[in-house]
């Protein structure tokens, strides 16, 4: 019995130290918004220079994703990824992310949704 907890107690850390290790993405969808001129302007010039200006963020990709067959479109998609869940948990906490976060509304007249993800390995 003893073994078997400690089979499991050691899957438990091995799990938990390769999620804590594999890269994490934040994805940002943002919706139709009502003007695209003013949406491009304030995400690229005003927006995006905040993001850029956090050095734990490792890489960003702004797409334009076509619009799907049904449903609700997408205007622009941005990831961005950082070197761990620790190192995202730990840039969400200052000061400049909260004001990235603060600064969607004021251009997103579409909607955002947010999701965040730890990337899988190959296999």
Request: proline share 8%; charged share 20%; glycine share 4%.
């Amino acid at each position: 019995m003893i073994g078997l907890r400690l089979l499991v107690l050691a899957g438990s850390l091995l799990v938990s130290s390769v999620v804590l290790a594999a890269e994490a993405k934040v994805t940002v969808l943002y919706g139709q918004p009502k003007s695209t001129e003013e949406f491009d302007k304030y995400y690229f010039q005003t927006h995006m220079p905040m993001v850029y200006a956090v050095k734990e963020v490792k890489k960003v990709e702004i797409s334009r994703p076509l619009p799907p067959p049904s449903g609700t479109p997408t205007y622009i998609l941005t990831e961005l990824w950082f070197e761990n869940m620790d190192s995202f948990k730990a840039v969400s906490e200052t000061p400049e992310w909260k004001a990235i976060v603060a600064d969607v509304p004021k251009f997103a007249s579409g909607g955002a949704s947010v999701l965040v993800s730890v990337i899988e390995p190959k296999h």
